[in-house]
């Protein structure tokens, strides 16, 4: 007994000594030499290797002027995750944030992102919904125009989340800049004016308590599998980054290894993942090796990423992958890889329009890390992969699709079915080709 006790007084001991110390690393204090290495680092390693300055209006000379300055006012470490963050919106690129936050910052996009948001003309315009999340709870539709955000009018929000070095403003840093003012921040709750298709402007409470909210999410790295009426396989995978995905998958394929079709259904995979996952995924659906992503470094040749079959046997029906906004990074590397190996057609909006491959820096001194696009990633055709566009596409402002209750997987099944079709009469369907939708 004496033994347990001591051994309880010893853990109590240890544990009281590991918050000490946790509690002591997040007050450390830094000296302004500290905080200016960093930050000049920082500016430095993303002039010399961020890929996608030619894209942007970004001055990022006049960034250092703007915000080196700013260091004067800076007393804590979260000053200095405040500061940086306004550095790196600069590049209005959601690939490229740092990997710690503050209550007070902007939620990550798409992850952190439940209604999507695109300027058409001057109206901000809901074109996209992630289900099962806040913003649809609340009672928001697609086609609804956003009026303004926590008593802001959208103009005005849109105007003070700009950022302030650009040479001109493109669509791409408004878009960039209302989707984040979408967003919010993670201390306040969003309340959102919108106008309904009858010009009916109603008030709505986003992140109630009881809302799924994308902060109190909890993901479950899971593949799921269902037989679908007419012998359609249909799997559903949420992850790309937890390794045990894979085996996940080689059950669901082998569950739906006699259907006559397979829907994949890549629409919850705003977090990416890496090609440890996504490259074992598609060898089960290809019988040689091919080529799936090109590559583009800044500083050394282009190449082309290739995938090898797995597996004891190959997947070899028709196959359509259903996308969308959620569809991001590696997600989206998938998706224009199975198209560009004709492996299957992809059906959707267009996804996250993430640029490119991460790389990652820590700084020195304060320890914050940092994710930037630092290569470009291309279709093997060599368009890029954030302007890849669904070779099937969903509109869903088309209010005839407004009847179902997936327009995505309705257009996407019936596609699979048009494929099946063709090649039992000996004849390809084009993947483009449209799905007819009677009114």
Known sequence: MAVNILSQRLLAILFTACLISTSASAQQTFSQEQFTSDFDLLWSTLRDNYAYF???????????????????GVKSR????????????????NHTSLNTNLKTSTRLVPTGLDLWGEWRGKRAVIT?????????????KVGMEIISINGVSVAESVARRLPKSLKATDDEARNWALRAVLAGTHDKPRVVAAKNLNGVVRIYQLDLLTHTTVDNYRYTPKVEWKMLPREIGYIKINDLISTEIVAQFDSALEGVRASRGLIIDLRDIPRGGNTDVAEPIMGRLIDRRMG?????PIHAPVYTKEVSPRGDWTYKAQIVVLVNRWTASMGEGMGIGLDGMRRATIVGTRMAC??????????????IGVAYAGERLNHING????NFVPPVMVNLLDRRLSRFDDPIFEVGYRKLFELIKAETNGFKSKPGQNVRIKR
């Open 383 to 386: 368009t890029p992969r954030e």
């Open 354 to 367: 993430l640029n490119g491959g991460i790389f990652n820096l820590e700084l020195p001194q304060t320890k």
């Open 54 to 72: 030619d894209k942007k209006e970004t001055d990022w000379n006049k960034v250092r002027e703007l915000y080196r300055p700013m260091l004067a």
């Open 78 to 93: 979260s000053d200095f995750v405040a500061l940086l963050e306004k550095v790196l919106d600069e590049l209005y690129d």
């Open 128 to 140: 996209e919904l992630r289900r099962g999340f806040s913003a649809e709870q609340a009672g928001l």
């Open 292 to 296: 799936y992503q090109q590559v583009v």
